[in-house]
């Protein structure tokens, strides 16, 4: 069964600059493991050392979060969807955002 | 570099301030030519910091006391997902994002670093006592290492043309 995987553009250079790729699995698990086989680069990007998914990675089946389907185990159809969303978060330097502004008042 | 008009970053400006003292965020879709990423639309996202239980679903809260929307934001992926649809139906792409530093300078934190993906642009704006006042756009290096600072095109009118010396990554801090 093919599935269509959804390459996000920071990850596009190293799947061919492919918006999408077509790979035949019968699992999440399998979907990624065929795309990370045929582009070997994205690999890094997608497993942690212990080749678990990394946390900074979502995986949507269709429009459903694999975390609370069976994961990577969860089956896929034919002419399924899988979509490769990457976290977007970050921060200021400072835990402690407040108290950074107060000093900065102290020094001024 | 990062091309967009004075009414796109004027609206993340308002978006900046607006959220203050909160950090704000959202997304940057448009075409990527290559050299230049041209914004096309600015969407203003929520940030799911507000909601730390949910926050927690996506990333690990390492210090759950001190982390609030004042200094972290987290993009609801769903919302990113919507959003990607979206932007594919009208032949766009995701550029990359922006964010606020509430009383911070528009560096990059090396939390920003740690969370952030090569090739996306970061946009991130000051925001000094409610006031947007410096913006400015990074781009991580493809080993993840360190920030390089983007140059930012504002309706035609080069600003933040710092080019790092000698070709080498400005580091963000």
Redesign the interface.
Known sequence: MAVKVIIPTPLRQYAGKQESVQIEAGTVGEALSGLTTQYAELRRHLYNDEGKIRSFVNVYLNDEDIRYLSKEQTPVKENDVLSIVPSIAGGVPSLNAAAGSILRCICS | MLRLSVEQLDAIHRHAARDY?A?C?GVLLGQ?AGEVKHVAEVAALANLRREPQRAA????LE?PG??SE??????D??E??RV?KGARTRGL???G?Y?S????PPR?????RE??????S?LIVAVE?GVPRDSRSWVLSEDRSVFQLEQLEVANVVTHAQVSRGGKPTPA?
């Open positions: 003292p950090e965020c990527d679903e996506f990333v690990p210090d001190r982390e004042r200094n972290r934001y987290l993009i992926p769903r990113q997902l990607e792409t995701v550029l994002y964010h530093h509430p009383d911070h990059p934190s090396e939390y920003d969370h952030a993906w090569p090739w996306y970061y006592k801090q």
